[in-house]
T-cell receptor, first 113, second 110 residues
Framework: EVQLVESGGGLVQPGGSLRLSCAAS????????MTWARQAPGKGLEWVAT????????YYVDSLKGRFTISRDNAKNSVYLQMNSLRAEDTAVYYC??????RGQGTTVTVSS | QAGLTQPPSVSKALRQTATLTCTGN????????AAWLQQYQGHPPRLLSD???NRPSGVSERFSASRSGNIASLTVTGLQPEDEADYYC???????????FGGGTKLTVL
């Protein structure tokens, strides 16, 4: 069974940092590009970042470039999202996806003082 | 990044057929296809159809996806109360190198 389990969310002050993790299982991890997407309260889905099979190619939504970094560790079947200089508007549930297949419950990030 | 266009809401009667549409361009839907996700209020989204119009295991055969040019469609037959949800389309944009989403369609079963 395909499983994606996100972790690392929480409450952080504006300007702070968080590192989200996503543990994958049940499929050949190296066969898939991996994606982070998010959903702010009451809003639709928003793509955040994608990393290719070997982690060399990374793509970001324009508004987040320079603050967020996606990475993967194929030895650990995991993908990560390092989030720096967090702002109130980054408050959302963050989902990990295999391609665009969201399987997890997400992890909630709240940016507030 | 420019998104895909979905109607905000669609309402259909119980046991009828609903067709949800998603309009993009030849850099996303037109050459990459579109995926469809279903989301119940307060729950994470679930993939209904990948960008090759394949249903993951466990997804009802009442859901079928198709594409004509730059427009993707999700058809739901024999509408049931449990089909009331938000439906999102998404496609990889080969020009932007980005996933783009539609704004979502709220399906109401009358």
């Amino acid at each position: 069974e395909v499983q994606l389990v996100e972790s690392g969310g929480g409450l952080v002050q504006p300007g702070g940092s968080l590192r989200l993790s996503c543990a994958a299982s049940g499929f050949t991890f190296t066969s898939f590009w991996m994606t982070w997407a998010r959903q702010a309260p009451g809003k639709g889905l928003e793509w955040v970042a994608t990393v290719n099979h070997d982690g060399r190619d990374k793509y970001y939504v324009d508004s987040l470039k320079g603050r967020f970094t996606i990475s993967r560790d194929n030895a650990k079947n995991s993908v990560y999202l390092q989030m720096n200089s967090l702002r109130a508007e980054d408050t959302a549930v963050y989902y990990c996806a295999r391609d665009i297949d969201v399987r997890g419950q997400g992890t909630t990030v709240t940016v507030s003082s | 990044q420019a998104g895909l266009t979905q109607p905000p809401s669609v309402s259909k009667a119980l046991r009828q057929t609903a067709t949800l549409t998603c309009t993009g361009n030849n850099r996303n839907i037109g050459n990459q296809g579109a995926a469809w996700l279903q989301q119940y209020q307060g729950h994470p989204p679930r993939l209904l159809s990948d960008r090759n119009n394949n249903r993951p295991s466990g997804v009802s055969e009442r859901f079928s996806a198709s594409r004509s040019g730059n427009i993707a469609s999700l058809t739901v037959t024999g509408l049931q109360p449990e089909d009331e949800a938000d439906y999102y389309c998404s496609a990889w944009d080969s020009s932007l190198n980005a996933w783009v989403f539609g704004g979502g369609t709220k399906l109401t079963v009358l």
